[in-house]
């Protein structure tokens, strides 16, 4: 009896013990602080909302999100360090378009696999870009400066950098169309705003949030939204689809990104959250379409399916402009 005794004691205190490395290796999420990794300055776009929506799902979750900025190298020195992260929810990227989509076109070797090192977690926000150009230029529409340049009219555009949207845009226009529109490079897209209301260059593309102000005060002429659906800011804007261009798109997204392998139900529980603050009518006044831009806040799948369309559509704009990786 004594060693039935003894035997059982020892099965007990083995279940206990297994039970207490269970028990360690699934505390329950959201029992720290959650760090957000943005590549970028302070003060920019994704910045702002990061912050906001950390203020929010702070309350909600009870725990800080910490947003730190890793700025630098075009994104790397933030997207490594995240994919190098324990998959464990605890350290996420917040990050743009190009982070996926043209890095991997403009660049020889990138610090992070953008295909392997990452989960998506949800496509915050989008915003279709604008094709705009000096008042004088002579044009109502795209339509118009095409049949221009086709007609021998010298014209030429701004761009902030190789690879950035007005020399995709414009190089691929200039490979579809059969027209030579000249590159001029800027060292950032303020000089080339500051070009186009000088008539240094008669043409560009920036976003709305960053061309909107120039636009309202007639230092610059938009001639089209760059996608399928005209801008709330703007709704007399025409499309480059309604006017015959609809393969020509210029975008930027923010996105929400957690290391590879962090577990599903993490991931699902992030999105859930994240999305409900975005599709608050209060919030996304605030902090979303004010500013230019769209809630998306589809699923993790939807995300991933995007961003593979965007990396197909930037792979052959990158190939119609020349551009080559630095």
Same mark, same amino acid.
């Given at each position: 009896?004594?060693? +039935?005794?003894?035997?059982?004691?020892?099965?007990?205190?083995?279940? &206990?013990?297994?039970?207490?490395?269970?028990?360690?290796?699934?505390?329950?999420?959201?029992?720290?602080?959650?760090?957000?990794?943005? @590549?970028? #300055? #302070?003060?920019?776009?994704?910045?702002?909302?990061?912050? =906001?929506?950390?203020?929010?799902?702070?309350?909600?979750?009870?725990?800080?999100?910490?947003?730190?900025? $890793?700025?630098?190298?075009?994104?790397?020195?933030?997207?490594?360090?995240? =994919?190098?992260?324990?998959?464990?929810?605890?350290?996420?990227?917040?990050?743009?378009?190009?982070?996926?989509?043209?890095?991997?076109?403009?660049?020889?070797? &990138?610090?992070?696999?953008?295909?392997?090192?990452?989960?998506?977690?949800?496509?915050?926000?989008?915003?279709?870009?604008?094709?705009?150009?000096?008042?004088?230029? #002579?044009?109502?529409?795209?339509?118009?400066?095409?049949?221009?340049?086709?007609?021998?009219? $010298?014209?030429?555009?701004?761009?902030?950098?190789?690879?950035?949207?007005?020399?995709?845009?414009?190089?691929?226009?200039?490979?579809?169309?059969?027209?030579?529109?000249?590159?001029?490079?800027?060292?950032?897209?303020? @000089?080339?705003?500051? +070009?186009?209301?000088?008539?240094?260059?008669?043409?560009?593309?920036?976003?709305?949030?960053?061309?909107?102000?120039?636009?309202?005060? +007639?230092?610059?002429? @938009?001639?089209?939204? +760059?996608?399928?659906?005209?801008?709330?800011?703007?709704?007399?804007?025409?499309?480059?689809?309604?006017?015959?261009? #609809?393969?020509?798109?210029?975008?930027?997204?923010?996105?929400?990104?957690? @290391?590879?392998?962090?577990?599903?139900?993490?991931?699902?529980?992030?999105?859930?959250?994240?999305?409900?603050?975005?599709?608050?009518?209060?919030?996304?006044?605030?902090?979303?379409?004010?500013?230019?831009?769209?809630?998306?806040?589809?699923?993790?799948?939807?995300?991933?399916?995007?961003? $593979?369309?965007?990396? =197909?559509?930037?792979?052959?704009?990158?190939?119609? =402009?020349?551009? $080559?990786?630095?």
């Amino acid at each position: 009896m004594k060693k +039935a005794i003894s035997f059982q004691a020892v099965l007990c205190a083995l279940a &206990l013990a297994a039970s207490g490395v269970a028990d360690a290796r699934t505390a329950p999420y959201r029992n720290k602080p959650i760090r957000i990794i943005v @590549p970028f #300055p #302070p003060g920019g776009g994704i910045d702002v909302l990061v912050r =906001a929506l950390g203020s929010e799902l702070s309350k909600k979750w009870g725990q800080p999100f910490v947003v730190e900025n $890793k700025a630098g190298a075009a994104t790397f020195i933030g997207s490594e360090f995240v =994919a190098r992260a324990p998959a464990d929810g605890y350290t996420l990227l917040a990050t743009t378009d190009p982070t996926f989509t043209s890095n991997r076109h403009l660049f020889k070797s &990138l610090p992070y696999d953008p295909d392997k090192g990452f989960e998506p977690v949800i496509q915050m926000v989008k915003g279709d870009n604008l094709i705009f150009a000096h008042p004088t230029v #002579p044009f109502a529409d795209l339509k118009e400066l095409v049949d221009a340049a086709k007609a021998g009219q $010298k014209l030429s555009f701004g761009s902030y950098g190789n690879g950035t949207q007005p020399q995709l845009v414009f190089g691929y226009l200039n490979k579809r169309e059969g027209i030579d529109l000249l590159h001029v490079p800027y060292k950032g897209i303020a @000089p080339v705003m500051m +070009a186009v209301a000088s008539k240094e260059v008669d043409l560009s593309v920036a976003s709305a949030g960053v061309s909107g102000e120039m636009i309202k005060g +007639a230092r610059v002429r @938009p001639l089209a939204v +760059a996608g399928n659906k005209r801008l709330p800011q703007f709704p007399e804007v025409e499309t480059t689809a309604e006017q015959g261009f #609809p393969y020509l798109k210029s975008f930027i997204w923010y996105g929400l990104f957690a @290391p590879k392998g962090t577990p599903p139900e993490i991931v699902g529980k992030l999105n859930a959250d994240i999305a409900a603050i975005l599709r608050d009518e209060t919030f996304a006044r605030q902090q979303v379409t004010s500013k230019g831009m769209t809630v998306m806040a589809g699923s993790p799948k939807e995300f991933a399916e995007a961003i $593979k369309q965007d990396t =197909a559509l930037v792979d052959e704009m990158v190939k119609a =402009a020349n551009v $080559k990786p630095e």
